[in-house]
């Protein structure tokens, strides 16, 4: 790749990690090596046999102890979310990877699991040929201004509002 971008892709709909994942196993076709960095998650879902599928050139690392939601974070999950950025920063300027994908890193930072600064330092390091992609709700307006591309996913209508369980292959 010539020029890398910032890429995020946010938003209170469905779609923002297979958004990923997809730009992923297309990098990964076109022979680009990818790392997939996820925040918060912790189980182990479709979307990670799928790539595993591509481990030459994608590799998966979770930084999460699992979804927050309405409590406090733990010291355990701040302290694997830093972990993450600090493996992220290495990476993004190691020269390994093409394409950096921080899954729910924007919830990360709204939930006060890594510090804002230290994202928005790591985007002002980014080499030129690095491509950069941020996922997950409520993305800081510092990290929108310095994209170059945002995806705001909105929700119209979800099956989930009436009960339906996340389902394996579309959901998890």
Known sequence: MRKGYI????????????????????????????L???????RRCSEHKA????SDLITVRQYGTGFIRGRRPSRAARSLSEKGLED????????????????????????????????ISMLDSKPPNVELVLTGRYAHSRIIRKADLVTEMKKVKHYMD????????IEK
């Open 7 to 34: 890429q995020v892709y946010t938003g209170n709909g469905k779609g923002k990690t297979t958004a990923a994942v997809g730009l992923a196993v297309r990098a990964a076709g076109a022979g680009l090596r990818v």
């Open 36 to 42: 997939f960095a996820q925040f918060i998650k912790k």
């Open 51 to 54: 790539l595993e599928r591509f």
């Open 88 to 119: 992220a920063r290495e990476e993004v300027v190691s020269g390994q990877y093409d394409i950096v994908i921080l899954d729910e890193i924007n919830v990360a930072i709204n939930r006060g699991l890594i510090d804002l600064e230290d994202v």
């Open 162 to 169: 009436k009960g339906v369980k996340a389902r394996i292959g």
